[in-house]
């Protein structure tokens, strides 16, 4: 200890303590990262929680209440999740332009990263369908036929059979799904949007909403091929049928008239 | 028409109105008969009939081109090639070539005939006189003859008997018809009355196969059931599920404003048959927050959240709810099969 204690004064005695504390600094903070980690996470949570209520007074507060608790211009969203937030948000329907009988899809106006922060500020309001992992929607893999088998059972009677909408009542109308991504459409079983009834994973499992994704994307993709030709929107009969009585028999007529029209006498009169 | 042969007398210049009676002629009807024939190109210039002839040949041989490109793709293309062709999309090319060179062979058949007769074939008009409809009267007077002969002789009228029983005879024998319709039977005696649904049946979700808990079932969802113990595999299951088919959504209880369909949910989730009362279609499609179904056939819009109460459209009664309840696994269980017949009204119905 004498020697240390004599060359405590040595020039290099600074630098010695400040490696031992710097060290010991490391040291300990490697022992507690995880713990400090989780600090800085919930941090970054409760910081998109502040980001998405200031965004939520300015564009939603007008209709949905100070407090998401709901006025008589819209419903509460206590309980109603993030990915209640990221479909209608997402999706461009909410904020709404107007009220009607049902909002429409429109242009999205909030970049993705407000929009999680609005849903983080609306899931902070109460617990809800949490907005899903890739892993949970992506349709990699899925049986397509399932799919198809589960989606006559749940989903054409508003949406058609290959998904192009239909008409509801009092100007309200199931959308058509082109176009539709993943994601939205995993969020619109697990919440139910409008008036949409949801289809939770308790009566439809994950996995079967991942079938109906494949069959959608499959039948209603961009890619989707129609070997009979021309789809007329893939309505059913009734459209094909008038297809055919209007423009096949009217281009019959039409030839008929244009022969009968035109005289083959050399002098015409 | 200006230089049809209309009888002078017929024209109003022949006719002197201005001084004393318009002299009627003796037939204003007169057939004006046809107008001349006019020459067409072809009949004139015989260079101009030979173009028609090459066109009409240049056609037909389009049409066999056309076959042949039929044969061809046939051959050629792979039933399951896509290809993208604007505006049609992603068609299959072996569709898309059939239907075009049929399609095509076929039309020029028809536009070469069409040409042809147009062109080349006489056009020379023609009038054929129909002939009288009535018969001479010498044939009417021995057609008359020969009757009464007949009639005499075979005393139909003098043998009441046989004249009756030949009546007799010709008016049963159209029973042995209708006696054959029988066959459209048998009659479906308590069939529409009956489901499979009973006391105690657990409530089988029909996307997992699994037995519904009422936990599972959210306000807000919709979900199809079918009663245990029916299986897909069953060579009756279309029979059976077109009548037992069930739609379970929940709702708030304080929401129903019906206080028999409260009794008989569990908490807030009912159970009512997935089958219009109008003509039978399958119905669900259910607005969760007005909690109105409608049938997409004609329209009819019943309100689950009033016993199902018809608001609209031409059903003419509320769709039929299953009592359920909960057995002691905490599954959901019916308390029995719908109290009246499901589907669309029956003579016999009550």
């Known amino acids: 200890m004498k020697k240390l204690s004599a060359r405590r004064r040595h020039p290099l005695a600074a630098v010695v303590v400040l490696l031992l504390a710097l060290a010991a600094t490391g040291g300990l903070y490697a022992a507690f990262a995880p713990a400090g980690t989780a600090k800085a996470d919930e941090t970054a949570q409760s910081l998109a929680i502040e980001e998405g209520k200031k965004l939520y007074s300015v564009g939603c507060a007008s209709c949905h209440g100070t407090g998401g608790q709901g006025t008589s211009d819209g419903p509460s969203l206590v309980g109603v999740g993030s990915a209640s937030v990221d479909f209608q948000v997402g999706t461009g329907r909410m904020p709404a332009q107007q009220p009607g009988a049902q909002v429409p899809k429109k242009k999205v106006i909030y970049t993705q990263a407000e929009i999680d922060q609005l849903a983080a500020y609306v899931a902070s309001l109460g617990a809800g369908p949490v907005t899903p992992k890739e892993g949970q929607y992506s349709p990699e893999g899925a049986d397509i036929a399932k799919g198809g088998e589960l989606f006559r059972t749940n989903c054409a009677q508003c949406h058609n059979f290959t998904g192009e909408g239909g008409a509801l009542t009092h100007g309200k109308y199931a959308p058509s799904l082109e176009g539709v991504s993943p994601k939205h459409l995993y969020e619109a079983m697990q919440t139910g949007p409008q008036n949409m009834p949801s289809f939770p994973d308790t009566t439809m499992p994950e996995k079967e909403k991942k079938d109906i994704i494949a069959y959608v994307q499959a039948v209603n993709g961009d890619e989707t091929a129609s070997p009979g030709g021309l789809s007329l929107g893939g309505l059913g009969p009734v459209s094909e049928g008038l297809f055919a009585w209007i423009f096949g028999l009217g281009a019959l007529i039409a030839v008929a008239i244009w022969v009968a029209a035109h005289t083959a006498k050399a002098k015409k009169s | ?350």
Request: net charge negative.
């Open chain 2, 1 to 350: 028409m200006s230089t049809q042969e209309i009888p002078e007398e017929n024209l109003p210049a022949g006719q002197d109105t201005a001084h004393g009676a318009v002299k009627v002629a003796d037939n204003p009807f007169v057939d004006p008969g046809l107008p001349p024939h006019k020459p067409r190109v072809q009949d004139i210039d015989e260079k101009a009939a030979r173009r028609s002839e090459r066109a009409v040949a240049f056609m037909f041989v389009l049409s066999m081109l056309a076959t042949i490109g039929f044969i061809a793709s046939y051959v050629i293309f792979p039933v399951d090639k896509i290809v993208y062709i604007w505006p049609f999309g992603h068609v299959s090319a072996l569709n898309f070539a059939l239907g075009w060179t049929l399609g095509l062979a076929l039309f020029f058949i028809g536009a070469g005939a069409v040409h042809w007769a147009r062109t080349l074939m006489s056009d020379v008009e023609i009038a054929d006189e129909r002939h009288p409809m009535a018969a001479s009267p010498e044939v009417k007077a021995k057609v008359m003859a020969d009757f009464a002969a007949g009639a005499a002789e075979s005393g139909f009228g003098r043998r009441k008997l046989i004249r009756n029983t030949l009546f007799g005879a010709l008016a049963l024998v159209p029973l042995s018809g209708v006696m054959l319709l029988r066959d459209m039977g048998p009659l479906p005696e308590r069939k529409l009355r009956t489901t499979l649904w009973a006391k105690g049946k657990l409530l089988i979700n029909m996307n997992t196969h699994e037995p519904l808990r009422p936990e599972d079932v959210a306000v807000g969802s919709l979900t199809f059931a079918m009663p245990e113990g029916l299986s897909e595999h069953d060579h009756n299951f279309q029979t059976e599920i077109a009548k037992a088919a069930l739609m379970i959504v929940r709702i708030q209880p304080e929401d129903i404003k019906d206080k028999r369909e409260l009794e008989w949910s569990h908490e807030g989730i009912v159970a009512f048959s997935k089958i219009c009362t109008h003509v039978g279609c399958p119905i669900s499609l259910y607005e969760q927050q007005t909690h109105h179904v409608l049938c997409p056939c004609h329209q009819s819009t019943f309100d689950l959240s009033d016993g199902a109460r018809v608001i609209f459209g031409p059903a003419g009664h509320a769709l039929p709810q299953l009592r359920i309840g909960v057995n002691d696994k905490g599954f959901l269980e019916a308390h029995g099969d719908f109290d009246e017949p499901v589907g669309p009204a029956f003579w016999e119905r009550g």
